[in-house]
């Protein structure tokens, strides 16, 4: 049997999608430790605004726990960072 070191894999759940959470995408390579980027939707026409994002970076806190790190720059057009803990 193989010793895999194996990487947990976060989904949008339906809770997420409600508040805004729209497409996961992973930006490292396989193999090596997680990381995701996260976009959701955008309110309004000022993308400086934090919009959906501070309620979806409280509920991927509470949801993920200590397993991912959660990041985020704090305006709309930039992602939210999830990363492998």
């Known amino acids: 049997?193989?010793?895999?070191?194996?990487?947990?894999?976060p989904t949008?759940?339906?809770a997420l999608k409600r508040?805004?959470?729209r497409q996961l995408q992973r930006t490292s390579p396989r193999?090596?430790?997680?990381?995701?980027?996260?976009?959701f939707?955008?309110?309004?026409?000022?993308?400086?605004?934090p919009g959906k994002g501070p309620a979806l970076v409280?509920?991927?806190r509470a949801h993920f726990?200590?397993?991912?790190v959660i990041s985020w720059?704090?305006?709309q057009y930039n992602p939210i960072h999830i990363a492998a803990a």
């Open 1 to 9: 049997m193989k010793n895999r070191s194996r990487t947990a894999t």
């Open 12 to 14: 949008i759940t339906p």
């Open 19 to 21: 508040l805004g959470a």
């Open 31 to 39: 193999g090596d430790p997680g990381k995701w980027n996260l976009g």
């Open 41 to 49: 939707e955008i309110v309004g026409s000022d993308t400086d605004a």
């Open 58 to 60: 409280a509920a991927l």
């Open 65 to 68: 726990g200590a397993r991912f």
């Open 73 to 75: 720059a704090g305006a």
